[in-house]
């Protein structure tokens, strides 16, 4: 919790080296060394004691920082009414989609010094490894979130008709050969949610002892949450006519449908930096709405929709309907303030994907 004023200086320095080398617009797997299989790192930063008694310290709350904003909220409930003793920071409060965040140094600083970091892991954000390294608390603990799926962790895939980045459309029978890549989405399942909730509950219970069975409590309050919609969401699948979605945009969603065994149609990958359609996708996912009937074709949030549009400008009855599916990935601290919550996103989520089957 402590910022040290020695400690500052050299973070300045190592924040320089992270640079505008995090501007990516893939994903992968890119963990922070030292992480154990729970997914909860150790801090790797040094420190003596001479140093931690001659510093300043700020506040003695514990020091909690989520990059996207599902963490910041599983880490709210669970603390519940602890949350007003605990300084909890959401990094990506903006708007800022991960794959193009880049950490200014205040953000460094926070990462340093914090007690508890959350982040998703995956090749967005590999400026963690050089942040996990600065000086810093020596107590700190991180928790990686495709750390602790583990196996679980989806390849990130091509399906056919869908746009690779060099522009042509994906063959179901081709061989993809690139570097084997990751889907990063993985707070998009109920059924991971959950995991990850027990993980930061433990967490905190380390950090925290004397709350510990505060925090455990109102994780299993959650989690019982959790399993509500996750049944929710498999019930209304059942019930469905179709068991395909068809998205005119990227396709984030891989671990969700895979939760339901859903199948899918894209114009682009999760990842993908691609924003203009050929017309062989286009035309492609246009003959698919025809063949499967399907009502309504899907974008993700703050979509411009053109692709979208001209989906169903090639069909035969151009009359589908657009619906958008939460990411999650914009998400602003005006919106927390609003009200959101994930539960409450994806409860809207399931209303949106009862009406796209």
Known sequence: MHKLKNKFKRLLMSAATIGTACLLAGCGAGAAAGTDNSGVTESQSGGNGSEQENASTDSQKLQIVATIFPEYDWVKEILGDQAENVDLTLLLGNGTDMHSFQPTMEDILKVSTCDLFIYVGGESDSWVADALKGAGN???????????????????????????????????????????????????????????????????????????????????????????????????????????????????FRYLIDDYNLTYYAAFAGCSAETDASFETITFLAGKLDELNLPAVLTIENSDQKVAKAVIENTNTKDQKILTLNSMQSVTTKDVEEGTTYLSIMENNLQILKEAL
């Not at 570097?179 to 905190?204: G, M, P, Q, R």
């Not at 959650?222 to 179709?242: G, I, M, N, P």
């Open 138 to 252: 020596p107590d700190r603990k991180a928790i990686n979130l495709m750390d602790v799926l583990g196996d679980q962790v989806k390849e990130e895939e091509l399906v056919e008709g869908m746009q690779e980045e060099d522009g042509h459309t994906h063959e179901e029978e081709h061989t993809h050969d690139d570097d084997l890549e990751y889907d990063e989405h993985v707070w998009l399942s109920l059924k991971n949610a959950s995991l990850f909730c027990d993980t930061i509950a433990s967490s905190l219970a380390d950090a925290d002892p004397e709350h510990s069975q505060l925090y455990q409590q109102n994780a299993e309050a959650y989690e019982e949450k959790l399993a509500a919609l996750d049944q929710e969401y498999q019930t209304s699948v059942e019930k469905s006519r179709s068991k395909t979605l068809l998205f005119a945009d990227r396709f984030p």
